[in-house]
């Protein structure tokens, strides 16, 4: 049935634009005029794989992994190192910061200083606002 | 440089690295199915054209997506067939009268543009117009391309016997149509 019809075609060449060889040409030219940026940003492409440069977010991120670690680590060094030296400093000036904020009578923050208990005598005075100290 | 002995998947593979000569090799080989299947789609000739370079470009563009490159031209002729229908909805949109064909071709002495030849294209278009869209792509390349129905099965995604089905029923309808010009 195939060999039948290939036998007896109709002719549909009027509707084929590229019988012709010149115009047939000229698309061809034109297409290819129009895919030049195309095959040139692939010609680039292709050139930077075969290089070893080739940018993707995987490259971009592995590039920084190694200094951003060392960095870390580098800032974590630090900020031990100033932790502890600050630490022994930043207690006393909050515990000072607690009598103040309370407004106690000095002998009063005296005794929180040394961690002593008041005596009887201690306390009467203080509240009587005497002068024993 | 490419010829007939290199597989499309060579092509392919050589034109996603930027290589011209094999990307033309591609045009040259199949840049008439991709216009068998816009015509089928639009019936106008110069409309056709200029789908098929836009769908040959949007190939390039998206050639890493071309999964069988081995396959290249059946989705050179989706992509045909997707940019035609875009350009028809386009254009009902735009609501304008069909293009002229004669108007937007360019040069004198283009045998395109000789009368009788306009005439009987005219004709053609007419008697197609009245077959199915998948009818005309099948007789389209079937006639126009040469390929056999086991081709046109695989570039449409059809079964053999409907594809020597529609082709079948398009002649018919042609030779009824065009009797006097083709004299059955």
Redesign the interface.
Known sequence: ??SD?LKD??????????V?PV??DD??A???E???L?????????ADQARGTGISIFTVMAGWARPALAAAALAVLVSGLALRLARPHAEVVAQAGVIEALALPTPVEEWVAEGRTPSRADLILTLEGGTAW | LYGMGDTDATLVRRSRQGDAAAFEELVRRHMRKAYLTALAQLGDVAAAEDVTQDALIAALERLDDCREPEHFAAWLIRIARNKAHNYRRRERVRSTLPLDAADRMAGGSDPFRDASRDELRENLLQALDTLTERQREAVYLFEVEGLRHAEIAELLGLKEGNVRYHVFQARRALREKLGGVYGE
Request: aromatic residues 10%; proline residues 3%.
């Open positions: 049935m195939e019809e075609r109709i002719d549909l060449s009027a509707l084929d634009p590229f012709d115009r047939r698309f061809v034109h297409t290819l129009r895919a030049a195309e095959l040139a940003r692939r010609r680039r492409y292709a």
